[in-house]
């Protein structure tokens, strides 16, 4: 890829993804948001597998550890997403993209004891700061713990959890099935976790669930945000690994905050943006060896 072919794609999945939590809260307003995830899971389901039924040899999983990443990705990095809907019928959408820059740092935590990986003590005082961000993030009041939205913030902490462990298990049963049918079947799972849930939950749609603001919301997620972005994602994982990659989750809360601001009429205050940067210096604690490399490498290129 080219350097401006880079930068295009990686600039495409910010805002697809920023996007994402815009169009959630619209859609929210027109259906129960278990159910809402759900539907959002089966288009890019459907999307991922037919993609992969055409164009990739051995899509079927098979292998003992591609069944057991799908289970785990399926529960947890997919239906655990289900919290982020339950969460944002109270948060702002800046708000909740800011606490999903949390994922990398509580990877680590759980790395450190599902698969033995040691934490420095720089890394153990970025991951400090990183929850200290949080702090900033969600305002607890001291008398009042229930107090505004902090409710809608803590579920919200509890996906980014969720999606962190996901991560975590899939790792350690290090699937061999191409990424794109793995993502297919995992968020088919995920899907069908969070129709199940949202039956058990009494959630049903109403009148307004057909209206075309809902179906857009729905269509946006499931085609754009989710197949289509994965479908990059992947593409600049391949080129520049998974570091890279991740950096992208750092100009998601930029994305969605502005949208949130000026088109949603949301507001976001000067402590949740603290507490992003806390979040942000902590990651690079955590990750300062991975920083160090990924710069040397820019320098490499730039060299004549």
Do not use: C
Not at 68 to 97: E, K, R, W
Not at 136 to 162: C, H, K, M
């Amino acid at each position: 890829m080219s350097r401006a072919l880079d930068a295009s794609l990686f600039l495409l999945l910010a805002i697809l993804w920023g996007l994402s939590f815009p169009a959630i809260a619209v859609g929210l307003e027109y259906l129960p948001p278990l159910l809402f995830a759900a539907f959002r899971y089966d288009v890019a389901a459907v999307l991922l597998l037919a993609y992969a039924a055409v164009r990739i040899d051995g899509w079927r999983p098979s292998a003992r550890n591609d069944l057991a990443a799908i289970a785990g990705g399926g529960l947890f990095l997919v239906a655990g997403n289900g919290l982020l809907f339950v969460g944002q019928q109270t948060v702002p959408s800046g708000v909740a993209a800011i606490l999903q820059s949390l994922v990398p740092i509580v990877t680590a935590v759980w790395a450190l004891f599902l698969l033995g990986e040691r934490l420095s003590p720089v890394g153990a005082a970025g991951v400090a700061v990183g929850f200290l961000g949080v702090g900033f993030i969600i305002q607890p009041e001291a008398g009042n713990l229930l107090a505004g939205d902090t409710v809608g913030r803590l579920i919200i902490v509890g996906q980014v959890v969720s999606v962190a462990l996901g991560g975590v298990l899939v790792q350690r049963a290090g699937p061999t099935i191409d990424r794109v049918a793995f993502t297919g079947w995992a968020m088919l799972v995920g899907a069908l976790v969070l129709h199940a849930v949202s039956l058990g939950a009494g959630e049903l749609p109403g009148g307004d669930a057909a209206a075309a603001t809902a179906i857009g919301a729905v269509v946006y997620l499931g085609v754009f945000s989710t197949a289509v972005a994965f479908l990059i994602y992947f593409a600049i994982l391949e080129e520049h690994g998974a570091f890279e990659a991740a950096l992208v989750a750092y100009l998601v809360p930029v994305v969605a905050t502005i949208v949130g601001v000026f088109v949603l009429g949301e507001s976001i205050s000067a402590l949740s943006i603290v507490g992003f940067g806390l979040v942000a210096v902590g990651f690079a604690l955590v990750k300062r060896h991975a920083l160090v490399d990924a710069f040397g490498a820019v320098a490499d290129v730039g060299r004549p």
